[in-house]
């Protein structure tokens, strides 16, 4: 760490004032102990029933479940303590939101930079450190949390389970990750560290910390900790999804009728099982190069392309970690606005089950140019070129659905449109880079980066917006505000389409990637300024369009009419009214016929929204309506959910 | 029981996963006759090992996963066919009291072997309409 003994040497105190700084040091020491332990006690007196934090030590079986808790704790407490699959769905996705305003942020000020080719405002060194915590960020601290968010949330109301399988699992695996956050920022946090400039795929003997030295600080070290934390944090989630999923569906589900989107979650669990730990394995092999003197990576003794194995053979399945449950949302979502069931559903399962063992075989087409043998690089090129076809299948099937079908273009459905659109256009230029001969031209330009950002911001982000907004009415009890969603969308579409075809022009004409400047004196430095302006001119589109999210996201939140219809997608009409919607509607039932919610009077005066179309969602207010009609209604809703419930089963 | 379970529909749903291995053996192929960079123990193993361990590994959970599905798929059509027949058998012991009221002077045998004679017929119609409509909302509870 390069401490010093010097300064301390220097300001050695005499004997006496030794003493009395001891003796108060343990006069605070004691008054912060008595503090703690008063706040133990006071938190131990707020729980009145052990019994309901405490599961059966003798396995009764007839006798009340250990989770059957009372109420939830108010306040802070409640957040800090459930177990409750919504709530850590929720606290999933504001640390999503959070990571990706983060991560955003960092990629603004370098599309900034890259505005004019020369150095302007950002130091190179400050440029590598955002766009390494960029793409971790991105990938491990908002992509794959959330996707956890809508699983933990809706997978249980999808396969009609009570909760998770191991609810307090499913809580430590969110917990893991606020600290896993700290860990991999705290090159910006902590002032004294110098940020990880590794880049995200943290390739030896670079993140080694050998050669000029510039990447031996504790910045690394502590961001491949909190990398490893985010990895524990994973595979116990995926660990809790396969059991969910296997083991707590309700009566009326089997493998034949199972949701799409658990599919996807199942499958991508399988991955997450499979690719983690050897991230986890890999990234210690890596600290102890950094910090023990082991040579796994390096050049004398070990082998820096061990790495990049390990490292891909996660790497990649990441990939599809990252894209499968998008998959998953997209036909989940797009056929309720298409007013057709999605067109052959077991195609699509077969083919997302292809794709995760495929996504295995298909490591080392990201190192074509490393210099392995051409004999294996043909392997990875002919198991790359197949994994195409089942997600080709996803593309014609979702065309298909859409084709001849009543399309409503609600902002959910726009997203989804969108990404089907983006994901094309991200998917052939896969296929490209799957043939080692247009990889040897276009490896490590900025082709691969508009591709794979087609991916993860075209298909990931935009199905992650499309799933906010379709469910909003579920996990607010209120609807957004709809011309807003629609100017996101469209502002998000322009966006990202200009920024990301722009960089894969930015390849055909050799720009590398990751670079801070490009003012190289050589080769076509005007279109490549042109390029790169219209990029950052793209991302400052995309920034505007995710500030009304934001700003539509927690404005409804608090003031959106609330929505009273159990159906505001009107998917009974279709008859796609699934089981989280006949879940929210029993509940709304519940709350009415239960009677007088206080906040109700409050609300009432919100204006009803008037739809944009017919398509749109018509949400109420609640005031008004007399206790009779009240009663009848929620009479008659229990019915029809009922009746909801048995079409389902049948 | 083979037979029941890969079905042609199930068989014709597992082509989405036949056309990856198609283009998996076709590499393997392409490999064996065409060799342009010579031919080495160990390479050329790992070389087809990558090949044949997706291969394998997608038939495998193919296999498990249409047979899975299918079975649920019967089973689900084998419980709403019981459910329909019970339903049924249930309202024509209504329309059979009804009609005996009705009927009263009729001999017996007449009354009550009418309506059933009746509810086979209807039963031999609609079963199949049952089980295809079952089957349908099967899969839309699918799609969902």
Do not use: C
């Not at chain 1, 929720?90 to 999503?96: A, M, S, W």
């Amino acid at each position: 760490m390069g401490w010093t003994l010097a300064p301390l040497a220097a300001s050695e105190p005499s004997g006496a004032v030794l003493q009395t700084g001891v003796l108060g040091t343990e006069l605070v020491v004691t008054v912060l102990m008595g503090l703690f332990l008063a706040g133990v006690a006071a938190w131990l007196a707020r729980i009145e029933n052990w019994r309901s934090y405490t599961p059966l030590a003798g396995g009764g079986v007839a006798e009340e479940s250990g989770y059957a808790h009372e109420e939830k704790p108010g306040g802070l407490l409640r957040w800090l303590t459930t177990v409750d699959h919504k709530d850590i769905g929720l606290l999933y996705g504001t640390y999503g939101v959070i990571a990706f305003t983060v991560g955003g942020l960092m990629v603004m000020l370098m599309r900034a930079e890259l505005t004019a080719p020369a150095q302007d405002f950002l130091q190179a060194s400050t440029y590598n450190a955002f766009l390494t915590s960029h793409g971790i960020t991105m990938l491990f601290l908002f992509g794959t949390p959330i996707i956890a968010a809508f699983a933990n949330y809706f997978i249980p109301l999808l396969i009609g389970a009570d909760d998770m399988a191991f609810p307090r699992i499913n809580a430590i695996a969110f917990w893991l990750l606020p600290p896993g956050a700290l860990l991999i920022w705290a090159g910006f946090l902590v002032p004294s560290l110098q940020g990880a400039q590794t880049a995200w795929t943290m390739y030896p003997p670079l993140s080694a910390g050998i050669g000029a030295g510039t990447q031996s600080g504790a910045g690394v070290d502590l961001m491949l900790l909190g990398l490893h934390l985010t990895g524990v944090s994973a595979t116990m989630g995926a660990i809790n999804f396969i059991a969910t999923i296997f083991t707590e569906r309700g009566p009326d589900v089997n493998w034949a009728n199972l949701d799409i989107f658990s599919w996807t979650i199942l499958t991508q669990s399988a991955l997450i099982l499979f690719a983690f730990p050897l991230l986890g394995s890999a990234l210690i092999m890596l600290l102890m190069d950094r910090t023990l003197g082991t040579t796994f990576f390096a050049v004398q003794g070990g082998d820096p392309i061990l790495w990049q194995h390990l490292f891909w053979f996660f790497g990649h399945p990441e990939v599809y970690i990252l894209f499968l449950p998008p998959a998953g949302l997209i036909s989940l979502i797009l056929p309720k606005f298409a007013g057709r069931k999605l067109f052959g559903f077991k195609f699509v399962v077969y083919s997302t089950l292809a794709i995760g063992v495929l996504s295995f075989g298909v490591w080392a087409h990201h190192m074509f140019a490393s210099g392995i043998d051409p004999r294996l690089r043909a392997s990875f090129m002919a198991v790359s070129l197949a994994i195409a076809i089942p997600s080709a299948v996803k593309v014609f099937n979702w065309i298909t659905t859409m084709w001849n079908g009543d399309v409503r273009l609600t902002a959910p459905m726009l997203f989804m449109v969108g990404t089907v659109g983006n994901f094309i256009i991200g998917g052939v230029t896969g296929v490209f880079l799957a043939a080692i001969p247009v990889d040897l031209v276009l490896h490590d330009t900025y082709y691969v980066v508009g591709h794979f950002h087609y991916i993860v911001m075209g298909v990931l982000g935009f199905t992650a917006f499309g799933a906010l907004y379709y469910w909003y009415p579920i996990f607010t009890g209120r609807m957004y505000q709809q011309r807003l969603a629609k100017w996101h969308f469209w502002l998000t579409m322009v966006g990202t389409n200009v920024t990301f075809f722009a960089m894969l022009f930015l390849g055909y004409l050799g720009m590398p990637r990751r670079y801070a400047t490009y003012d190289f004196g050589i080769g076509p430095v005007n279109p490549v300024t042109a390029f790169h302006q219209a990029a950052t001119l793209g991302a400052f589109v995309i920034l505007l369009g995710q500030v009304i999210w934001l700003w539509n996201f927690v404005q409804s939140w608090y003031e959106g009419p609330v929505v009273n219809d159990g159906d505001p997608w009107n998917l009974k009409e279709i008859g796609q009214f699934s089981r989280e919607w006949q879940w929210n509607e029993r509940r709304i039932e519940t709350a009415i016929a239960d009677g007088g919610r206080e906040s109700s009077d409050s609300r009432a005066h919100q204006a009803p929204e008037e739809p944009e179309d017919g398509n749109e969602t018509e949400a109420r207010t609640d005031g008004g309506r007399d206790t009779d009609t009240d009663v009848e209604a929620t009479t008659d809703g229990t019915d029809a959910a009922e009746r909801g419930d048995r079409s389902d089963e049948s | 029981m083979a037979r029941t379970v890969f079905d042609r529909e199930t068989l014709l749903d597992l082509t989405v996963n036949i056309i990856p291995l198609g283009i998996l053996l076709f590499f393997v192929v392409l490999y064996s006759v065409y060799t342009p960079f010579g031919w080495d123990p160990v390479i050329t193993t790992i070389m087809y090992g990558l090949h044949v361990v997706p291969f394998v590994g997608l038939a495998i959970l193919t296999y498990f996963a249409g047979r899975a599905i299918s079975r649920a798929e019967g089973e689900a059509e084998r419980a709403a066919t019981i459910d329909d027949d019970f339903e049924r058998r249930e309202s024509n012991g209504e329309d059979r009291k009804a009609s005996a009221d009705v009927t009263e002077g009729v001999s017996g045998d007449t009354a009550e072997i009418g309506p059933e004679n009746d509810d086979d017929a209807e039963a031999g119609t609609n079963d199949e309409p049952a089980t295809g409509g079952s089957s349908g909302e099967t899969d839309t509870a699918g799609d969902e």
